[in-house]
C-alpha cells in the first residue's frame, strides 16, 4: 500500500480512478484542507471561464459582476451535493462519512477545474476557427470528472456500479429539492424584510405627521 503525500495521494486519486479512491479509503487519506482549497479554485475558475474568457469566443452578456452566482455554482451546490449525498446514502446503507463524501468528491473536481483554467488561458491564443479544440479540452475535464466522480461515490460507500448510479440519482433529486427549499425560504425572508420596513417606514410617516 502507498505511503504518499496529502498532496500526491490528489494525483494518485485522479490519475487511478479506478483504485485510487479505494486506496484513499483503506488508507483512510484524504485532506479536507485541500478538499475545500479545490472547491475555493473551482469558485476561482468558474469567475475566469465567464469574466476573463477571450473575446474571440465569449463576451459576457452583462456589464455588472455579480459574485452570489459563482458562489451558488461552487460552494452552494457543492455542498448540498455532499448533503444530499449523505443522506441519501445513510438510507441506502452507505458507508461514506459527510467528510469522505465532501474529500472525494472534491478531489474529483479537479480535472473540472483545470480545463476550465486551461480553456480560459488558451482561448486568448486560439481563434475562433480553433474552438474546437477548448470543446475538445473541455469535454475531457468534464467527463474524467463524471468518471472520478463515479468511482469516488461507489468506493466511499462500497456500493455495486448499479447502486451508485442509482445513489447518484437520488442525489441530483435531493439537491433539487434542498435549493427549492432554499430559494423558498431567501423568498420569505424578503417578504418578511420588505414587510417590515414597510412597517417602519408607515410608522416614520404617522410620528412625522
Not at 446503507?93 to 488561458?121: H, R, W
Not at 420596513?197 to 405627521?209: G, P
Amino acid at each position: 500500500m502507498y505511503e504518499l503525500t496529502p498532496v500526491q495521494w490528489v494525483i494518485h486519486a485522479i490519475t487511478h480512478p479506478v483504485e485510487g479512491f479505494e486506496d484513499m479509503r483503506w488508507k483512510k487519506s484524504g485532506s479536507l484542507k485541500i478538499a475545500f482549497f479545490i472547491v475555493f479554485m473551482l469558485f476561482l475558475a468558474g469567475i475566469a471561464a465567464e469574466r476573463l474568457y477571450g473575446f474571440n469566443h465569449y463576451v459576457p452578456y452583462d456589464k455588472i459582476f455579480n459574485i452570489v452566482p459563482y458562489i451558488v455554482k461552487s460552494f452552494v451546490i457543492f455542498g448540498a451535493w455532499t448533503v444530499g449525498n449523505w443522506a441519501v446514502c445513510t438510507l441506502l446503507d452507505g458507508e461514506g462519512t459527510m467528510k469522505n463524501i465532501c474529500i472525494y468528491s472534491a478531489y474529483s473536481l479537479v480535472p473540472y477545474v483545470a480545463q476550465l483554467f486551461i480553456t480560459t488561458f488558451l482561448s486568448h491564443f486560439l481563434i475562433r476557427d480553433e474552438s474546437v479544440f477548448l470543446n475538445i479540452i473541455a469535454i475531457i475535464g468534464t467527463g474524467w470528472t463524471a468518471v472520478l466522480l463515479f468511482s469516488a461515490i461507489r468506493s466511499v460507500h462500497q456500493y455495486s456500479a448499479v447502486k451508485t448510479v442509482f445513489a447518484i440519482i437520488l442525489t441530483i433529486a435531493a439537491m433539487l429539492i434542498m435549493l427549492f427549499l432554499l430559494i423558498l425560504l431567501l423568498f420569505l425572508i424578503q417578504q418578511v424584510a420588505i414587510f417590515f420596513m414597510t412597517l417602519f417606514t408607515e410608522i416614520s410617516y404617522r410620528v412625522k405627521s
